[in-house]
């Protein structure tokens, strides 16, 4: 039986992120639909009717907000793992959130390849066969196995360091799961 000091090179509190600048992009088509329908509500010659013209400005301005957020939601992920829980907070506020106690997590492995592709596209995603996952850019990600048999996915920048944490904090955790 070999001697592992608890956590003896790694930080009490661990921290990463992963960003997809191509969804700035996506985050532009947005503002642009929403400056389209307030540009159609203030400054326009439609004559037939008010009702399209209505249609018209909604419809703009409801996609626009819907790329517009639904992009900066997911322009980011960052991912902090202490000694009791694993954190992956999204975006630049925050949400959505996932708090998953160490103790539900029975194995942490190393994805040399996740793309949006796979997932079905950027962001907070469920697959019945694959799990959970968020997914904001193609690349390496973390593959957390809890223990009621879900898996959730994290494309993250140095994922592999990730999986290192997470299994040396899981080892002294709990007869029967070392």
């Given at each position: 039986m070999r001697d592992h000091p608890e956590n003896s090179s790694h930080p009490e509190v661990w921290t990463g992120r992963a960003t997809n600048r191509m969804q700035w992009l996506l985050a532009l088509v947005g503002a642009a639909c929403m400056a389209l329908g307030i540009e159609l509500a203030v400054d326009s010659a439609w004559s037939s009717g008010v009702a399209p013209l209505v249609m018209s400005v909604v419809g703009c301005i409801a996609a626009g907000l819907l790329?517009?957020?639904g992009t900066l939601a997911f322009v980011h992920v960052a991912v902090r793992v202490d000694h009791e829980c694993l954190e992956v907070r999204c975006g630049h506020i925050g949400l959505p959130?996932?708090?998953i106690p160490l103790a539900h997590v029975a194995g942490a492995e190393f994805a040399p390849h996740v793309t949006p592709r796979h997932w079905g596209g950027w962001g907070y995603r469920w697959r019945p066969e694959k799990g959970?996952?968020?997914?904001?850019?193609?690349?390496?990600?973390?593959?957390l196995r809890l223990w009621d048999g879900h898996t959730f996915t994290i494309t993250i920048?140095?994922?592999?360091?990730?999986?290192h944490v997470i299994r040396d904090r899981l080892r002294p955790s709990g007869p029967g799961r070392g």
């Amino acid at each position: 039986m070999r001697d592992h000091p608890e956590n003896s090179s790694h930080p009490e509190v661990w921290t990463g992120r992963a960003t997809n600048r191509m969804q700035w992009l996506l985050a532009l088509v947005g503002a642009a639909c929403m400056a389209l329908g307030i540009e159609l509500a203030v400054d326009s010659a439609w004559s037939s009717g008010v009702a399209p013209l209505v249609m018209s400005v909604v419809g703009c301005i409801a996609a626009g907000l819907l790329v517009l957020f639904g992009t900066l939601a997911f322009v980011h992920v960052a991912v902090r793992v202490d000694h009791e829980c694993l954190e992956v907070r999204c975006g630049h506020i925050g949400l959505p959130r996932r708090r998953i106690p160490l103790a539900h997590v029975a194995g942490a492995e190393f994805a040399p390849h996740v793309t949006p592709r796979h997932w079905g596209g950027w962001g907070y995603r469920w697959r019945p066969e694959k799990g959970t996952a968020v997914v904001v850019r193609r690349g390496e990600g973390l593959v957390l196995r809890l223990w009621d048999g879900h898996t959730f996915t994290i494309t993250i920048d140095n994922a592999e360091t990730a999986v290192h944490v997470i299994r040396d904090r899981l080892r002294p955790s709990g007869p029967g799961r070392g």
